[in-house]
């Protein structure tokens, strides 16, 4: 049911900023496509935790300066192995996540292939650990660093 | 010089980095050596690129409807881009290609033939 509700809102609130008519037929349409859009993903049975995982979502502005701050240093250091490729030192490395949700994991493992320089290939549930393909040395060793780890544990809450 | 000039100023010299992070992006798909390395290539495109780009437009748009529009494209794109990118790394190896793991001479040897095959 709150699931329901959340993502009513959330569909309501996008449908709000992007439609632009704002008279009362329309205003109750756009709602009752909400509310029907929600109703059918209900069903689905993909409104779980997985399917809208609000703990992260909330907490995902905290993270994004810093992650827009990762992207530009390795967009800059992928550049330079591209005019160089004799740079290139590629390795995978296993990198341990300790994310304790799915949603916490998958989390983890796109912001690994959003940095440039890093892309994982395989993740491992079980395990919780995340293959990744690396570079150079430097990128896969950013990579082993706990720090984004640690972020992305934070976005899943204290509480659990 | 006005606040509004020095807005439209970096989000010109924004879209133009971006431009020209999305060109270096293309060169790196063809420079780099095999498939998974070229992939760090294209990531440049999905974030740097794409990116910058679109921050240009949010600074040059004329109105909040399309400032709104550009933050729903780019949250989709940060949602999408990596995942597409998971799913080939996974695919290649899962069809069997090892990525190559050697020193940079060999690599540079090793890259040649991957050309040739590409």
Redesign the interface.
């Known amino acids: 049911m709150r699931q329901i509700a959340i993502s009513t809102a959330l569909l309501y609130a996008i449908w709000l900023l992007l439609s632009g008519h704002y008279t009362g037929l329309l205003l109750t349409l756009g709602f009752l496509s909400a509310l029907g859009a929600s109703l059918i993903a209900a069903r689905m049975g993909v409104l779980d935790e997985e399917g809208l995982p609000m703990q992260i979502l909330v907490r995902l502005p905290k993270v994004t300066l810093w992650l827009i701050w990762e992207i530009l240093k390795s967009n800059y250091g992928v550049v330079k192995v591209i005019l160089n490729p004799k740079l290139a030192q590629p390795q995978m490395v296993s990198v341990k996540a300790s994310q304790k949700t799915v949603a916490g994991l998958v989390t983890h493992a796109n912001f690994i292939t959003l940095t440039p320089g890093t892309v994982s290939v395989d993740v491992d549930e079980d395990k919780n650990i995340i293959l990744v393909h690396g570079l150079t040395d430097e990128f896969a060793a950013a990579c082993l660093e706990p720090e984004m780890d640690e972020r992305v544990s934070g976005l899943e809450g204290p509480s659990q | 010089m006005s606040i509004g000039g020095i807005i439209e100023i970096i989000g010109m010299a924004s879209l133009f980095i971006g431009s020209v992070?999305v060109i270096?992006g293309a060169?790196?798909l063809l420079?780099?050596?095999?498939v998974?390395?070229r992939?760090?290539?294209t990531?440049?495109v999905?974030?740097?690129g794409a990116?910058l780009i679109l921050f240009g437009l949010l600074l040059l748009s004329p109105d909040w409807?399309v400032s709104?529009?550009l933050i729903?494209i780019g949250f989709i794109l940060?949602?999408t881009?990596?995942?597409a990118?998971?799913a080939i790394?996974?695919a290649v190896?899962a069809a069997g290609e090892e990525?190559?793991?050697?020193?940079?001479?060999k690599?540079?040897k090793r890259?040649t033939s991957n050309r040739r095959r590409a």
């Open positions: 992070a270096f060169l790196g420079r780099l050596g095999d998974y390395q992939m760090h290539g990531g440049i999905d974030t740097g990116g409807t709104v529009r729903l940060v949602l881009g990596p995942t990118t998971h790394a996974r190896r990525p190559e793991n050697v020193a940079p001479k690599s540079a890259k």
